[in-house]
Nanobody
Framework: QLQLVESGGGLVEPGGSLRLSCVAS????????VGWIRQTPGRQREGVSC????????WYTNSVKGRFTMSRDSATNTVYLQMNNLQPDDTGVYYC??????????????????WGQGTQVTVSS
């Protein structure tokens, strides 16, 4: 059974940075597609970033390009989301999710089978 645990959220001012972590247990993430998805009240769930199962190629939603960086560390079975120059619109609960390969792009968030509990990110002055 795969378990995902997110951490690293918090309250930051606009322009600040946070580093989110997602630690997996039970199964290796090396053969999985992994995504970061955020949920804000009143908004539709949004895929933020993801990494493909076959390599470390990443995808980012347009609003975070140039500010967020996703990475995977196979030695610790952990994925990260480095978030720089945070803005109020980035506020939300951030979830990591994983799935085995399904022949579709990793940014198709409805395809994810395993989800963590989420970590709150609040950007406010």
């Amino acid at each position: 059974q795969l378990q995902l645990v997110e951490s690293g959220g918090g309250l930051v001012e606009p322009g600040g940075s946070l580093r989110l972590s997602c630690v997996a247990s039970g199964l290796s993430l090396a053969g999985s597609a992994v995504g970061w998805i955020r949920q804000t009240p009143g908004r539709q769930r949004e895929g933020v970033s993801c990494i493909h199962h076959s390599d470390d190629r990443t995808w980012y939603t347009n609003s975070v390009k140039g500010r967020f960086t996703m990475s995977r560390d196979s030695a610790t079975n952990t994925v990260y989301l480095q978030m720089n120059n945070l803005q109020p619109d980035d506020t939300g609960v951030y979830y990591c999710a994983a799935r085995p390969p399904k022949g579709v792009s990793c940014h198709v968030i409805d395809e994810y089978d395993n989800w963590g509990q989420g970590t709150q990110v609040t950007v406010s002055s």
